[in-house]
């Protein structure tokens, strides 16, 4: 059962903590696609988008190059106590990562709805640009970024490659359940575990996708 259950736990996990810290940066930098203009926009959406055009792997590839124990980062890391590779966190950062593109369009969107009347009138009244941002911009867009996250989090439940990569395949600490199916499916008997993960992956993603169908109807009410 701890085969079954441990795997989906996790996976739930990794995903909603993964949707979390994505949070503040789909909103800032969804907010700056959303305003700026030239070549910055152009650099800023090619980075933020380019997890959704890269395979995987190559993104977990990229993830180890920087966070791996001789990364740019990851001896830092390690040095106060943050391991990322074959950890938890590793696979955290994983489903953050792949999902933040979906994250950013929605929250993109969602700032470019919002309706510039409004903005402009509370600037010509000598509101500063955080206070209408604080006040009007972000309570505006609250649904549609709530949407992205709730695509975020479908997206990283489905996550294999970059996470297989960067963290490992490591029971009870990154074995979400793409990689319990993986593991299962290599091992002879492993079937029934695997049909068992895969209609609990099918039901967490029905869910999600009805709730997310629900929160665009409503957001466009």
């Known amino acids: 059962m701890s085969e079954i259950v441990q795997p989906a736990l996790l996976s739930l996990f990794v995903a909603g903590l993964g949707a979390l810290v994505g949070l503040p940066i789909a909103v800032v930098v969804g907010y700056r696609l959303a305003h700026a203009r030239g070549i910055g926009k152009l650099v800023l959406a090619t980075l933020a988008l ?7 792997v190559v993104t977990g590839y990229l993830l180890l190059v920087v966070l791996g124990r001789r990364g740019v980062l990851g001896a830092a890391l390690d040095g106060i106590g943050v ?3 074959f950890s938890t966190t590793g696979a955290a950062i994983a489903a953050t990562v792949v999902g933040l593109p979906l994250y950013v369009l929605a929250a993109r ?13 509370a600037r010509s ?3 500063s640009r955080a206070r209408v941002f ?3 911009e972000l309570p505006l867009a ?3 970024i709530a949407i992205g996250a709730l695509l975020a989090f479908v997206r990283a439940l489905g996550e294999f490659g970059a996470t297989i990569v960067l ?3 490591v029971a ?3 074995r979400t359940i793409p990689l319990a199916v993986y593991a299962a499916l290599a091992r002879p008997g492993g079937e029934s575990i695997a049909t068992s993960l895969a209609a609990i992956s099918v039901a967490i993603s029905v869910v999600a996708l009805v709730a997310h169908e629900a929160m665009t109807k409503r957001a466009r009410s």
């Open 50 to 56: 380019l997890p959704l055009a890269l395979p995987p």
């Open 167 to 169: 963290a490992g395949d």
């Open 172 to 174: 009870g600490r990154t």
């Open 134 to 136: 604080r006040e009007i």
């Open 109 to 121: 969107r969602a700032f470019e709805d919002v309706d510039r009347q409004l903005v402009d009138v």
């Open 125 to 127: 009244l000598g509101a």
């Open 83 to 85: 391991h990322v590779v």
């Open 142 to 144: 609250r649904r549609g």
